[in-house]
Structure formats: C-alpha cells, structure tokens
C-alpha cells in the first residue's frame, strides 16, 4: 500500500493512548449492554394453585411489552388468569448506545490504523487532524446523550420488572388470586454498561483538547515553513 509506513511511535503518545483506550472501552460498552439476557419471576397463588412460579425473559433491545408471563396451570387460575407481559418498550435508547458504540469501536480501529500506518501522513496534512477532531467533537456529544438516554431508560426497565408491577396486573386482582414478586434477574453488568458510557464521555471530552492542542501545533508549524 503506497505510503504505507508501520510506527507504532504515536501509540506511546497521549494521543494514540487514549484511542486505544477509547478502542477497549467501547468494546466493554455494547457487550455489558448489548449481551444482556434476564428475567423476572412472581409466585402466583389461585383456585388449585399455591405460589405457583411465573416467569417472563427479557433482553436486549428490551423490548419489553413483547415478554409474557407463562400461566401458573393448564387451567389458567380456572380462567381467571389472561396473558400478562411487562410493560415499556426501551429498545430505542438502547439500540442508540450499543449502535453507537459499535460505531465508536470501528472508527477506533480506522484511527489506530492512520496513527500506526500513516503517522507521517497524518502529522503533515492538516486535513486528517482536522477531520479527527470533528469526529471526536461529534462523539463525545452523542456518549452524553447516549448515556443519559440509556441511564433513564434503565431505571425504567428497573421500575417495569421489579415488584412495583404488580398492582398493574390485572389477573393479580382477580377474586382468590395473589401475587407476590419474587426476584429479577441482576442489572449489575447494564449498571457497568452505564459506567462504561460516562467513561466514554470522558474520554471523548478530553481527546477534544488533545487534539486541538496537536492541530494548533500543525497549522503553526505549516505556517512557518
């Protein structure tokens, strides 16, 4: 490939540093969020049934509305008990921060790729630096918008499969039935998926002035050769 000179040398600088940290930390963000798989369990007590274990899966993109509690017997409470799903589609905020994610990872690898095969190309054009730091401007905007939306939409996803759902059942409230929550699945890995986002945001922030710094130093150098 023409021009193409392999020098890991600008990975040892903040600059390709925080890009291969930027790199990890993506990969850590969309697969705390994106492998996500759960569920949440009531114990149901009807006619011929006592605590009875119902459960409804649900997972990424957690679209929420389309999980369904099984039926606590074949009798179904003696006709008592109609399908029940949880409640809330969030699948738009998290589809936003994994896709985003996933996006941020792919640009990484483009990036270390110019850092390591172009250095020399990339330190005598002002154009790429430029480039970069546009990008870089962009992304660290959607990582806080992202991880915001994704934030809220977690403790939603909190609230709609914990034990305050049970008063919006409908079956739980018919004559001889009970319903008592009995566990969900934990979120510790989605809370990490959080931590990982605002880290992103962080990150990205902070590359903003790397980079400024490094396309000031290019222009003034360009000017005065």
């Known amino acids: 490939m023409a021009g193409l000179k392999v020098d890991c040398g600008l990975l040892l600088e903040p600059l390709g540093f925080i890009k291969v940290l930027e790199w990890i930390f993506s990969i850590f963000a969309f697969a705390t969020c994106g492998g996500f798989q759960g569920e949440t369990t009531l114990l149901v007590s009807c006619k011929g049934v006592v605590n009875k274990t119902v459960s409804a899966a649900f997972a990424y993109p957690f679209r929420l509305h389309t999980a369904v509690f099984n039926a606590?017997?074949?009798?179904?409470?003696?006709?008592?008990?109609?399908?029940?799903?949880?409640?809330?589609?969030?699948?738009?905020?998290?589809?936003?921060?994994?896709?985003?994610?996933?996006?941020?990872?792919?640009?990484?690898?483009?990036?270390?790729?110019?850092?390591?095969?172009?250095?020399?190309?990339?330190?005598?054009?002002?154009?790429?630096?430029?480039?970069?730091?546009?990008?870089?401007?962009i992304t660290a905007f959607l990582w806080l918008v992202s991880t915001?939306?994704?934030?809220?939409?977690?403790?939603?996803?909190?609230?709609?499969?914990?034990?305050?759902?049970?008063?919006?059942?409908?079956?739980?409230?018919?004559?001889?039935?009970?319903?008592?929550?009995?566990?969900?699945?934990?979120?510790?890995?989605?809370?990490?998926s959080v931590v990982f986002g605002l880290l992103n945001t962080v990150l990205w922030s902070g590359n903003i002035w790397l980079l400024y710094k490094d396309t000031n130093l290019q222009y003034q150098s360009n000017r005065i050769s």
């Open 72 to 137: 606590p017997d074949p009798k179904r409470c003696g006709g008592t008990w109609t399908d029940v799903s949880l409640v809330g589609n969030f699948s738009s905020s998290a589809q936003f921060f994994v896709t985003l994610a996933v996006l941020v990872f792919l640009y990484c690898i483009a990036a270390l790729v110019v850092y390591i095969g172009y250095k020399h190309v990339y330190q005598q054009n002002s154009k790429f630096p430029l480039t970069d730091l546009a990008v870089t401007v």
């Open 148 to 192: 915001f939306a994704w934030a809220k939409a977690l403790a939603d996803i909190k609230v709609s499969t914990g034990a305050s759902m049970i008063p919006g059942i409908e079956s739980c409230k018919a004559p001889g039935t009970t319903c008592r929550f009995a566990s969900v699945t934990s979120m510790g890995t989605l809370n990490v």
